[in-house]
């Protein structure tokens, strides 16, 4: 049996237990997720959880880039580890599938062990999916997805959903924009993907942040102004379409880039990235300033990172109607 179809037993024991329910503490209004342990002076992004809220997997870097593990304790964040599979090539967008049973990321590692890196003419930009799936406290080897999947050296931003396909983006080979396709897991097979069909066309879209049930899918593009900085839409299912995005503006705030969308383990909460700054108003008194010299040297320097909000207000007025 292959280690798909294995992991798809041990996925399907898995949805029979119980897990615990995970209370959402979103706030409505955005904020930097974990200042100074999480979101630090580096560029982070794609903050993936297990189901029971209490690990986190997302990814750091500069002139490279690592994924790191995070594990709650006694309420507070403790400092990231690189994670067991990461490290050695550039490996980013880790996206944990709703059972926590396995994690599908990117990576520009080699095909085969000691060969070139993925992408050779620009191994920095390029990568595919591969995937690990748990091992008791431990994580498997990285297992690269199929060609019917990686057929293409720019790959990027996987999201699992309960069923264990897999969305993600990818580089039109001629325009070189990114559009979002699905490839269907099936019988221990991911299958050969297909275009997820959003807005009307001439644009790009990215970083697909799926309901584990696929009831809606947030993104980041351009659909608001087709030159514009990217904002973030949510779109939700209607029988065998998505329906018109919604842009989150609102919600989430339009400045300064906001993108690379994941939900939270309570699937009512977004997670997603911005170099946004705090504001400040003057003058200050002294512990003030003191309190922002912290500040400005743990996280709220203009780098990337990751902030979170609750979705809550968009999704009830969607189930309202």
Known sequence: MNLYKSCALVAAMLSCMHVRAVQTSAPSTAEVFAPGVISGPA?????TFSPDGDTVFFDRG???????????????WSTPQIAPFSGRWGDH?????PDGSFLIFTSNRPA????????????????NLWRVDRKGNGWSTPVRLPDVVNNNPRIYSPSVVRD???????????????HLWRSQYQAGEYLAPTRVALGDGGTH????????????????????????PDRLFIAFRQADHWGPPIDLSDVVGSKNNPWGAHLGPDGRSLYFTSDRRS?????????????DLVRWQTWDNGAD??????????????HAQ
């Open 43 to 47: 560029n982070e992004d794609c903050a």
């Open 62 to 76: 500069g002139s490279g880039i690592v994924i790191l593990v995070s594990h709650k304790q006694n309420g507070k």
């Open 93 to 97: 967008d880790p996206s944990m599938a």
């Open 112 to 127: 085969t062990e000691g060969g070139a890196p993925d992408g050779k003419s620009a191994p920095s930009v390029s990568g």
């Open 164 to 178: 264990g396909s897999v969305y993600f983006q990818k580089a039109d080979e001629t325009s070189g924009e990114f």
């Open 205 to 228: 879209e990215l970083d697909p942040a799926v309901a584990p049930d696929e009831s809606f899918i947030v993104f980041d593009s351009n659909l608001a102004a087709k030159s514009s």
């Open 279 to 291: 504001k400040v108003s003057w003058p200050r008194t002294p512990q003030q300033m003191q309190d």
């Open 305 to 318: 990172n990751i902030w979170y909000v609750s979705l809550a207000s968009v999704l009830d007025a969607h």
